[in-house]
């Protein structure tokens, strides 16, 4: 038997989320509480569960604040790992290596949408 597909879940305006930075969202249907927070870099955007493959704590301390000082990478608040805002891969701190779980995302008529 196949799994039906979801429909696509609207997140936000492409505008919503200004060019260099991220913003985060409550996902009350999975299993437990989580959220997921979207990146957008230009027209693209990148998504990823707000979970640090470290120990599993959010990447941000304050609501919406996953950069670091300098705006080039996402930073892990609680042990300031360091990943690529592209592709969520850790290039410095205790999970360096690893890279942050992605989530399927699109862009239509200016929307973002989570695909399930």
Not at 32 to 53: D, E, H, S, T
Not at 63 to 84: G, I, M, V
Request: with cysteine; aromatic share 12%.
């Amino acid at each position: 038997m196949i799994a039906a597909r979801k429909a696509p879940r609207f997140l936000c305006r492409l505008a919503d989320i200004p060019e260099g930075t991220a913003r985060g969202f409550p996902m009350p249907q999975a299993p437990y509480p989580r959220a997921i927070f979207v990146v957008r870099l230009g027209r693209k955007v990148y998504g990823y569960w707000n979970r640090c493959p470290h120990q599993g704590t959010p990447l941000d301390w304050t609501p919406n604040q996953f950069f670091d000082f300098e705006k080039t990478h996402l930073q892990c608040a609680t042990h300031a790992a360091r990943f690529r805002p592209d592709d969520g891969f850790c290039v410095a701190g205790p999970c360096k290596g690893k890279a942050l779980e992605p989530v399927v995302l699109r862009v239509k008529n200016e929307r973002i949408y989570l695909d399930s």
